[in-house]
């Protein structure tokens, strides 16, 4: 077996970790929304789906079943090339994000230098997602969705991408697994990057439309939005991918602010994949959580909160953390 | 007037001489006659032409009838019992509310039937608009100025007038219905909203004004009602609610069902009332009648009206809080309102519709260990009110999503004829429990909750706070259950009281007839208003001397707080429309009858 040279093997390896990440996010993206609502079930005192399979764990499939055989529709009124663009780019972008998150640290697709912008990057064009479908639909409900989503969507990544800055100044590189590796050896972010990670989180629940900032939905007002003419898999691929996008924003928090695949104090060096999921689960939860406990502000509230307080505090944030960074460097030789 | 002067409502006055007295004065001796009834407050025929100046009179006299509480009509030309009437083929009536005085008035205007036209009342009372509307739409009936006279609950397409009295009631008596291709394609093109009809512009200076159709199938809209929005960006400039979808012809229904049999179709009123409903009917239908209920039927009905006002606010409470955006607390209210239904299972057999009361009393006695469920719901309750309080109404985005957001005065609520929590919200202490007992409501020591700012947020509160009040309410009812009969015995009670039928041959005809003609009620006309569920909802019924009502017009709060949104929201966003329309607490039902 010449061909078989260890540069083959790496290669082969990077490819089967690829696979294996994508199908665990896609997989749990879609657990999710069986486990979104046992949860919410649960704390709102109620049962859920409980009816297919053993506490109802195969109600996933048969969600899916429908989901495939269900007519894809189009309807004739919306504009078809970007109406069927628009839920590939909502899977996509949050798919491609995957690519930089450190699962452990052998495990991991991409180690690239920009790890964090290229995250901006994709984040960025998830808003088209919606924008397209807002404007591809041709129905007023949608429309406002988009223009809320793009409104949103704007005020929330000025300050996402602010409240990391302090971290990467502290940090002093842009990659994620760097990043991980400086928390093992210092502190986590959570400490010296408190406010950061508050802001981070805040925005990381806006980008993906989650409660309490689903304002493009948000089904009392708008009856959906942004997705309402949209049915079957293409339906589902929205779906699905605002699920991919917690399990994302989940991973990122632990990576970012809580240590990575590191258990805390360095417990249990052995099982990283262990620490890694159970932090990100936690973080799921809490977003789960956030749907269940809270109501949803009006829109011109959630825009002013962004502007008037989350911005003004990330600036602060990065202030303060840059003059620490300086006062503790060396003084540059002139 | 403002809001303090309104403030201290006197004792009620029934059949007021003053205000009778006030008009002659004004108008000289023969410019009314004056019909006697039993509906409780002086009813005047007045001429056409003099229609619009007795009105603007009443409006305008010191201590004003601030209140167009309702106008409707009748077709009287089938009516035999009318000695010493006007002659008329149609009347038009106007009832008047003062709020100062605590007293009510009835206006009627005789019409002929080759000359069906009156002038508008809109210019005293901005919400007479829906209900000239809605007597044009059933009686043909047209009003000279109206600004905008269409159909109101039917659809624009259709033909004929269905409350007149050669309007059939029943399907059966109509010709097979057929909806063509071409037929459905001009029912879809009546649906489309033209904004010049009403009108307004397709452009302002600098924009193009987008119109959504909000509705008849939104999950905010409570039903089956549509409300179309002209928009700039998310701000609504103005709006147009559209009501109907929900009519079932309720009071054309009571013309045609003995006055017992009648009593299921007014659960299905205001769906969430139950036997609320009941209670403004069969206290109207018992004033006809001549009947005095003994105690114990009172004290049953009150305890089983304040449940229902429970399960009402309850529900109430969950999708308003729903509305702002938390999911949870409307499961947990509905865990509540099953615990309240539970109970109300337990004494009538059923949940939400019970037909319960009876003319002259409630269809049986309580069962057997009632207390212990009403004991533990009174105990369950408490806690649970609190909790939602601490969870969802001091949130502060709850909060920020409805104080302050579809505020109105009370000179406001007034003039558009809003009742209920929506009126004591903007702290006038307006509760007819208090202000003209009914059911023996004076016997009971509880607080009417008010508050000061009349916007979304008070109006839950109030709401929530009427429940604890409800409660102490049924826990008195609980402690002091008088013994006694559960049914009044006078011959017009309904089943008639059955001890006597086997051994005395008069009561067994009786008894025979009623159950199966119906009772024959004296002809008269009554009226009695209670504190529903939403609002004030009343009973006016004229009765021929029939087993059938001659016209029953039902009155009920809904109608009225729709008509005032257009006024309340223009200026704001879409979302606090949304907050507005679920502080409203309406159903449709409540609306279209």
Not at chain 2, 320 to 328: L, N, P, R, S
Not at chain 2, 461 to 471: A, K, P, Y
Not at chain 2, 530 to 555: F, H, P, V, W
Request: glycine share 8%; proline share 6%; net charge negative.
């Amino acid at each position: 077996m010449s061909w078989l040279t260890p540069e083959v093997i790496d290669i082969l390896f990077a490819v089967f970790q690829a696979v294996v990440i994508l199908l665990v996010a896609v997989i749990a993206g879609a657990l999710l929304s069986f486990v979104e609502r046992r949860v919410l079930a649960l704390w709102q005192d109620r049962y859920g789906p409980n009816r297919v399979g053993p506490f109802g764990s195969l109600q996933i499939a048969a969600d899916m079943i429908k989901m495939f055989f269900k007519e894809d529709w189009i309807p004739p009124f919306a504009d078809k090339k970007i109406f069927t663009l628009a839920p590939a780019v909502a899977m996509g972008t949050v798919l491609a994000s995957f690519m930089v998150i450190p699962v452990t640290d052998t495990w991991g697709v991409a180690d690239m230098n920009i790890g964090i912008l290229f995250f901006f990057a994709m984040a960025g064009l998830t808003v088209y997602a919606v924008l397209f479908a807002g404007w591809a639909s041709n129905n007023k409900y949608s429309l406002l969705g988009g223009l809320r989503a793009s409104a949103q969507t704007i005020s929330y990544e000025v300050f996402m991408g602010l409240a990391l800055m302090g971290l990467v100044a502290q940090a002093g590189s842009f990659n994620l697994r760097d990043i991980v590796e400086y928390q093992a050896q210092n502190l986590w972010f959570i400490i010296p990057q408190f406010f950061g990670f508050c802001t981070f989180f805040i925005a990381g629940v806006a980008v993906t439309h989650r409660h309490p900032f689903d304002q493009p939905e948000a089904e009392q007002e708008l009856a959906d939005g942004y997705h309402v003419e949209y049915s079957g898999m293409k339906w589902g691929m929205f779906f699905v991918g605002e699920y991919i996008g917690i399990v994302l924003i989940s991973s990122l928090l632990v990576t970012l602010f809580f240590g990575g695949w590191h258990g805390p104090f360095d417990l249990l060096p052995q099982i990283p994949f262990i620490w890694f999921a159970l932090k990100t689960g936690f973080f799921i939860m809490i977003f789960i959580l956030l749907r269940a406990a809270i109501p949803r502000p009006r829109y011109d509230q959630v825009m002013s909160f962004s502007w008037k307080f989350c911005l003004p505090l990330t600036l602060l944030n990065l202030l303060v953390t840059g003059a620490l960074v300086l006062l503790n460097t060396p003084a540059a030789v002139n | 007037m403002s809001a303090n002067s309104a403030t201290a409502v006197p004792p009620y006055t029934e059949n007021d001489p003053q205000v009778v007295q006030e008009l002659t004065e004004r108008f000289g001796e023969h410019a009314f006659t004056r019909q006697a009834t039993r509906t409780g407050m002086p009813v005047l025929w007045v001429g056409r032409d003099r229609l619009i100046e007795v009105l603007r009179a009443l409006r305008d006299l010191p201590r004003p009838y601030v209140m167009l509480y309702d106008l409707h009509a009748m077709d009287e030309r089938l009516r035999t019992h009318r000695d010493g009437l006007p002659a008329a083929d149609y009347t038009v009536f106007y009832h008047l509310l003062s709020i100062e005085r605590n007293s009510d008035v009835m206006i009627k205007v005789a019409l002929n039937e080759a000359d069906l036209n009156l002038p508008t009342a809109t210019g005293i009372w901005p919400n007479a608009n829906w209900y000239e509307r809605e007597v044009w739409d059933l009686y043909g009936i047209t009003f000279t100025g109206h600004p905008h006279l269409t159909r109101m609950l039917m659809p624009s397409t259709w033909e004929g007038h269905p409350l007149r009295k050669d309007y059939h009631a029943r399907a059966t008596e109509f010709d097979p219905f057929s909806l063509t291709a071409a037929k459905q394609d001009l029912e879809q093109e009546a649906l489309r909203f033209k904004p010049e009809d009403w009108g307004m512009k397709r452009q302002g200076k600098n924009e193009d004004y987008m119109f959504l159709n909000l509705g008849p199938n939104h999950p905010s809209a409570h039903g089956a009602f549509r409300i179309i929005l002209q928009l700039d960006g998310e701000e609504i400039v103005d709006c147009v609610p559209e009501i109907g979808y929900h009519h079932r012809g309720a009071e054309k229904m009571a013309e045609r069902q003995s006055w017992h049999s009648y009593i299921p179709y007014t659960d299905r009123i205001d769906y969430l009332g139950g036997v609320m409903n009941n209670l403004p009917y069969v206290l109207s239908v018992e004033k006809l009648a001549g009947i005095t209920v003994p105690e114990r039927v009172e004290v049953i009905r009150v305890m089983l009206a304040e449940f229902f006002r429970i399960t009402s606010h309850l529900l109430f409470l969950g999708t308003y809080i729903q509305d702002v955006g938390a999911m949870t607390p409307v499961f947990f209210t509905f865990t509540d309102r099953q615990r309240a239904y539970d109970v109300i299972e337990g004494i009538t057999g059923f949940r939400l519709h019970p037909a319960w009361f009876r003319i002259g009393g409630v269809a049986h006695d309580l069962p057997r260990g009632w207390e212990k469920p009403v004991r533990d719901f009174i105990k369950w309750l408490p806690k649970r009110l609190n909790e939602y309080q601490k969870a969802a109404m001091d949130n502060s985005i709850l909060r920020g999503r409805t104080v302050g957001v579809s505020k109105y005065t009370t000179a406001e609520a007034l003039e558009w004829g809003v009742t209920g929590a929506g009126l004591r919200a903007t702290g006038l202490d307006f509760d007819l429990r208090k202000t003209r007992p009914y059911s023996g409501y004076q016997n009971f020591d509880f607080e009417i909750p008010l508050a000061a700012n009349g916007d979304a947020y008070d109006r839950c509160i109030v709401r929530i706070e009427e429940m604890r009040q409800s409660l102490r309410i049924i826990e008195q009812c609980l402690n002091n259950m008088p013994e006694g009969a559960y049914k009044a015995d006078h011959p017009l009670t309904t089943p008639p009281p059955k001890d006597r039928t086997l051994q005395h041959i008069e009561t067994l005809i009786t008894h025979f007839l009623q159950v199966s003609w119906g009772p024959v009620m004296p002809a008269n006309e009554s009226f009695q208003m209670i504190e529903a569920t939403k609002g004030i909802n009343s009973y006016y019924l004229t009765s021929d001397g029939s087993t059938m009502s001659y016209r029953t017009r039902i009155r009920t709060p809904s109608f009225a707080h729709l008509q005032q949104i257009p006024a309340v929201i223009r200026g704001s966003m879409v979302p606090d429309l949304i907050a507005y329309l679920g502080s409203i607490d309406f159903v449709m039902a409540d609306v279209d009858r």
